[in-house]
């Protein structure tokens, strides 16, 4: 038998492969051929040495197996981890965005104007408004009184501002006339 | 039905854990990494429990599926930008004084990881997880005769680079 035939069957022969006949055939043909006996205790040398290394290298293996046993446990892997991250981030920014479109549209102002352009001469007309000159120069009344005419608060500070200082110029004339 | 899995799993998980967290080693080289990649592969196998057809061994069809969580590790670990070949430190190796020098098992060890990946692939699933030719033709999805001259093409690897580093020194 050629070389690599004999160091595959003591191959074989070393790692159980071989079936009781063939594995007694082959010792006996081993007993026969000093050559081929010396191949074939080569290959298993080999054999050997790597099966000690291999086994001295894991060995801790078996130490380690506790371990293996308390760390199953189902967990999602990385890339699922990674796009429910995201996917938490995309609901988050959602509703941030929904509650801000709501709180937005809960203090707009209504697109008033146009009707109380239209209904303030009414109102104006059928109410008439409070006296100008008792009115006082306030905010609050200043913007009150804009309400009841249907002037803008601006306007009507103005109207205020304007008839008190015609007051007081016409006292002050009146005063300069009796002197 | 559930517990029958789960009782079914956990044996087979007791049968199999040592073997397969050896093999891990052999492919990372570190503990830590051959643990997740043991949960992993367990992991996977839990999932497709069912899906088993039997036509092959289940510990080849565990080693098929670790064979494919090995090959995402290293993918995962390439696309990562992290090194692939980590030295172990920890849990050294304790050698009796009846198992072979360190300096051979150190030399030895070196010379499987130079092999070709097929060749060490074998090798590993032979002496690491203890498969028969059959299993790892299974696990593989190569025929018997392939694994067999692959173990054989390697062990003579082995002996040639062995024998040249024993000449040198």
Known sequence: ?179 | MAGDVTSEFQEFWTQTAQKLRAYMFCSCENWADADDMVQDCYLRALRGWGQFDGKASRQAWLYGIARRTCIDWFRRRKRDGLTVRIESVDEPSQVDAAEPAVDNVEKVWDVVKSLSPEQSQVIHLRFAAGLSYAQIAQALGIPVGTVRSRLHRGLEGIRERVGRWENET
């Open chain 1, 1 to 179: 038998m050629k070389r690599e035939t004999i160091e595959r069957l003591a191959i074989d022969s070393a790692a159980g492969e071989l079936n009781e006949d063939a594995q007694s055939l082959f010792i006996a043909y081993l007993a026969e051929h000093a050559q081929a006996n010396e191949w074939a205790q080569s290959i298993l040398r080999v054999y050997r040495q790597t099966e000690a290394a291999i086994g001295a290298k894991t060995k801790a293996a078996d130490a380690g197996s506790e371990i293996v046993a308390m760390r199953i446990k189902p967990v999602f892997p990385g890339r699922w981890r990674a796009a429910l991250r995201w996917a938490a981030v995309v609901v988050l920014a959602a509703l941030v965005g929904a509650g801000a479109g709501r709180w937005s549209r809960s203090i707009a102002i209504p697109a008033g104007p146009v009707e109380l352009a239209t209904f303030r001469p009414m109102l104006a007309a059928s109410r008439p408004g409070p006296d100008m000159a008792n009115m006082g120069q306030s905010f609050w009344h200043a913007k009150a009184a804009a309400m009841f005419t249907g002037r803008s608060d601006r306007e009507h500070n103005n109207i205020v501002q304007a008839h008190g200082l015609w007051e007081k110029y016409k006292q002050y004339t009146k005063g300069n006339h009796n002197e």
